[in-house]
């Protein structure tokens, strides 16, 4: 079948224009953690400054690996889903 449209995320909410109810639930599920790695990141680029100290300096220059690496799982599960149908 064809895949929903999503018109619009507010604030966790989804609206798609198909309502595909395992969509819309898979969606809902991961908006937080979009959410969460968002809010991590943009406390990264603030931070990551010397004015900030050496320790918070280390601590996000952490935090930004391990971003990467998230980033780079991600990017692997989505090609082996669209090499295997990975469900």
Not at 32 to 44: H, I, K, N, Q, S
């Amino acid at each position: 079948g064809q895949l929903p449209v999503v018109k619009h995320v507010l604030e966790g909410h989804l609206a798609v224009s198909q309502p595909d109810v395992s969509v819309a639930a898979l969606a809902q599920k991961v908006l937080p953690l979009c959410d969460a790695r968002d809010y991590v990141g943009r406390f990264v680029d603030r931070h990551c400054r010397y004015e900030y100290g050496l320790v918070n300096m280390a601590l996000c220059a952490a935090i930004k690996e391990l971003l990467r690496e998230l980033m780079v799982r991600c990017a692997q599960l989505e090609s082996e889903h669209r090499e295997t149908g990975l469900s």
